[in-house]
């Protein structure tokens, strides 16, 4: 079950990335008052209403020829064809400009459900500003403010109401539902032909050729497996061609819907920042994550290349200190027969449930090996640990003051529930709440 898609889209300087900061309740995207200064579409998450959902901030569009605007003009296109519910932003201040036209063509095109938004209507007075952009014909403009925060509620309301229904995961609780992510060119597409052991994706040299996005369900020694593939691109052509651009949001949604995740790396070509970019997605959305190093034939060894390799992998991916890491290539099959088996544990521990019992001794026996801290002469007493759910598996902490958690000691007791219960591949979630 995957989040719906909010882009937004307007020519440039009406006021976007404000907005989007302010749905997505952190400053992500840069706010500067220069036309255009909003370079890549920027992703990350909202919620109204109990309703979750994923955000994109576009550059602006405009109907000029110059490189950067015909560069924006195609990351739009490319949201627009993301995207659910497209929220049109526009100036009140400016009235109806020729390139607002010009996006208005566009997403009439789009057939795609609009709400349009007339920004920097400040106050009351200049509410009679928005009647003019009826001329745009998606209906009613909603006046906001990105300066002071006015009129999201009412916008966010009218953006719900386009959302799709959402539909229930059609597949049994016992079937492990894997995704491959990673940049163009890792090897993903070959690595899902050497699983299913026939060529059922395109394979090419060539980055980002993968173009449809299908579930492929296989079974391997009684065991039922989904494939969901991240790669898929609808379209052909020179927007597409930057998948790192491109492939973030697809990659997004198949996380959603995966109990594991695999992060491919490319071992002929390293580690680079793009990578950690990807493998974040998968740790922030709590899945179980397998780091596959693909291309290992391709690699000259001698005795220290592969333990040289994996300690630049922890180094660089801190925050998967938990996930193992596996060598193999789908051109020659080596070690490919581990990965199934890998992927299977990884999905037993990413559900697995602990008896409190059980747990409390080893919380009780790891305070008694290192005591809890004290802060302003105050020591944080623990009660007991509850486990409360899986997928990841999530533990309440009942203390005197969840201020006197420190990350550290959490750090510590989560280290304990490890060496303890193994959780080899999933992260686990350590809650601090005050014993009623």
């Known amino acids: 079950m995957t989040n719906p898609v909010v882009a937004i889209v307007g020519r440039p300087n009406v006021g976007k990335s404000t907005i989007f900061n302010r749905i997505?309740?952190?400053?992500?995207?840069?706010?500067?008052?220069?036309?255009g200064v909003t370079r890549d579409r920027i992703y990350s998450s909202g919620e109204w209403l109990n309703h979750k959902f994923h955000?994109?901030?576009?550059?602006?569009?405009?109907?000029g020829d110059e490189p950067l605007l015909v560069q924006i003009r195609q990351q739009a296109e490319v949201a627009i064809d993301e995207a659910d519910v497209i929220i049109f932003m526009t100036n009140g201040r400016d009235g109806v400009t020729a390139a607002d036209e010009e996006v208005a063509k566009m997403l009439h095109r789009s057939n795609k459900p609009v709400v349009l938004?007339?920004?920097?209507?400040?106050?009351?007075?200049?509410?009679?500003l928005i009647y003019d952009f009826y001329v745009l014909g998606f209906g009613e403009p909603y006046p906001i403010s990105g300066a002071h925060g006015t009129g999201l509620g009412?916008?966010?309301?009218?953006?719900?109401?386009?959302?799709?229904?959402?539909?229930?995961?059609?597949?049994?609780?016992?079937?492990?539902?894997?995704c491959l992510i990673g940049r163009p060119n890792v090897g993903k597409s070959s690595l899902v032909n050497a699983i299913l052991g026939e060529e059922r994706v395109i394979v090419s040299d060539i980055a980002g050729t993968t173009r449809d996005a299908v579930d492929t369900t296989f079974t391997r020694e009684g065991q039922e497996y989904?494939?969901?593939?991240?790669?898929?691109?609808?379209?052909?052509?020179?927007?597409?061609?930057?998948?790192?651009?491109?492939?973030?949001?697809?990659?997004?949604?198949?996380?959603?819907r995966s109990d594991v995740v695999l992060v491919v790396l490319n071992a002929e070509e390293g580690i680079i920042e793009q990578d950690k970019k990807i493998a974040g997605y998968a740790h922030e959305a709590g899945r179980g994550v397998i780091i596959v190093v693909n291309k290992w034939d391709a690699v000259e060894k001698?005795?220290?290349?592969l333990i040289e390799f994996e300690r630049k992998i922890r180094d660089h991916f801190q925050f998967l200190d938990y996930a193992p890491i596996l060598f193999v290539s789908a051109k020659t099959k080596q070690r490919l027969h581990k990965l199934l088996p890998l992927i299977q544990t990884v999905s037993e521990n990413h559900a697995m449930r602990v008896q409190t019992n059980v747990l409390n001794e080893v919380i009780m026996d790891a305070i008694a090996m290192n005591p809890t801290p004290t802060h302003n002469g105050q020591r944080l007493k623990i009660y007991y640990v509850t486990q409360v759910a899986v997928k990841p598996p999530t533990f309440v902490v009942f203390v005197n003051d969840p201020e006197l958690m420190h990350f550290s000691y959490e750090r510590f007791l989560?280290?304990?529930?490890?060496?303890?219960?193994?959780f080899e591949g999933t992260p686990i979630k350590l809650i601090a709440r005050p014993r009623k």
């Open 154 to 178: 009412d916008l966010l309301d009218a953006v719900v109401r386009h959302f799709p229904k959402r539909e229930p995961n059609d597949y049994e609780e016992d079937v492990i539902k894997f």
């Open 226 to 256: 989904v494939i969901i593939d991240t790669a898929g691109m609808r379209k052909r052509g020179k927007i597409y061609e930057n998948t790192e651009k491109y492939s973030v949001l697809r990659a997004l949604k198949a996380i959603e």
């Open 24 to 35: 997505a309740g952190e400053r992500i995207s840069i706010v500067e008052d220069v036309p």
């Open 55 to 63: 955000i994109i901030d576009t550059g602006g569009i405009d109907i």
């Open 302 to 305: 001698d005795d220290k290349t």
């Open 117 to 128: 938004a007339v920004n920097k209507i400040d106050n009351p007075d200049m509410r009679d």
């Open 414 to 422: 989560e280290n304990r529930i490890r060496d303890a219960f193994g």
